[in-house]
């Protein structure tokens, strides 16, 4: 069973401003159209 979990790119294209602080969870979440468990879910994978 492949265990991988394909990040998509729509995570990379706001995941600088978040690491940096620039935006927040939420305003990450709005942004990417992701939900913020799925973005916490890719944040604890990488």
Known sequence: MDN???IP???WKY????RRKKITLKQFSD???LSEPK???YL???
């Open 4 to 6: 991988t979990v394909k």
């Open 31 to 33: 942004l990417s159209g």
């Open 39 to 41: 973005i916490m879910r």
């Open 9 to 11: 790119n729509i995570f």
């Open 15 to 18: 995941y600088d401003l978040y």
């Open 44 to 46: 604890d994978c990488l």
